[in-house]
């Protein structure tokens, strides 16, 4: 399946989460990574959609920062899998095609499933606590329809669940594919059915974190994962509509 390339100058739209980056606040040294995290945010929420090639000066302009550490989080983004470097043509967002995607939720559903059954075993009191509290906020994004406060909590949730486990070369690889697929997963709960299905799903998850019922936990985390697998290749491919 091809996936078509647009064009993207941000300085035809407004965007919520591009305002000016402040560099009086920020070390130089760490303003490439300042504005790859500003950028990456973009790229999940699709603000700058996959394909799309990156215009220097909009986005210098829309920041508020030199082409210097722009090109340098470029270079960072393109280390993660998110951007694509091009000899004279300049950064483009990743497009991942249908067969990455599923490949890459299959990889998902096997980690996710891991990092859950190993959470059990090994959480703490304080983390299960924290895990708690986020869920009950996530349920307030949820009940106000709030998608982005919502995913923002939703990825620390999992993150956690991720870091419970305490195995470092899971969360390395975990974290390495989970970035490809930020932008769809944010995307698969534009269904609000779907939506509410997952947080549903995120229920049954404390449940079983605290029963540290490892079987039931890996068991809801491998059905969370593909559920989100089979919305998102819905999303790739929707059915033809009728005239």
């Known amino acids: 399946m091809k996936t078509p390339q647009a064009s993207y100058d941000p300085l035809l739209a407004p965007y919520s989460a591009s305002a000016p980056i402040t560099t009086d606040a920020v070390d130089r040294r760490t303003l490439p990574t300042t504005v790859a ?13 996959a394909g799309s090639r990156l ?5 210098c302009d829309l920041l508020q920062v030199s082409r210097t550490p722009l090109r ?7 280390a993660e899998g998110l951007v694509r470097m091009q000899p004279n043509r300049g950064a ?25 059954e190993l959470a059990c075993q090994r959480i703490s009191e304080e983390e299960i606590a924290e895990i708690k509290a986020l869920t009950f906020e996530m349920q307030a994004c949820h009940a106000r329809r709030d998608l982005s406060s919502y995913y923002h909590v939703n990825r620390q949730i999992h993150d956690l669940i ?10 390395t690889v975990y974290k390495t594919i989970n970035l490809r697929l930020q932008n769809l997963r944010f995307r698969s709960n534009l269904n609000h059915d779907k939506w509410d299905q997952a947080m549903l799903e995120h229920q049954e998850m404390v449940d079983a974190l605290v029963a ?3 079987a039931r936990m890996a068991k809801v985390m491998r059905l969370h994962l593909q559920r989100k697998g089979e919305t998102v290749l819905e999303n ?5 509509t009728s005239d």
């Open 37 to 49: 995290d500003r950028l990456r945010e973009m790229i999940i929420e699709g603000q700058l959609p």
């Open 55 to 59: 215009n220097e000066r909009a986005l």
């Open 72 to 78: 340098e989080a470029f270079r960072l983004l393109s």
């Open 92 to 116: 483009q967002v990743i497009a991942l095609s249908e067969k990455d995607v599923r490949e890459s939720f299959e990889v998902m559903c096997a980690l996710e499933a891991l990092s859950g």
């Open 162 to 171: 991720n870091a419970a486990g305490h195995n470092d070369l899971l969360s």
């Open 212 to 214: 540290r019922d490892g």
């Open 236 to 240: 790739l491919n929707p059915p033809p």
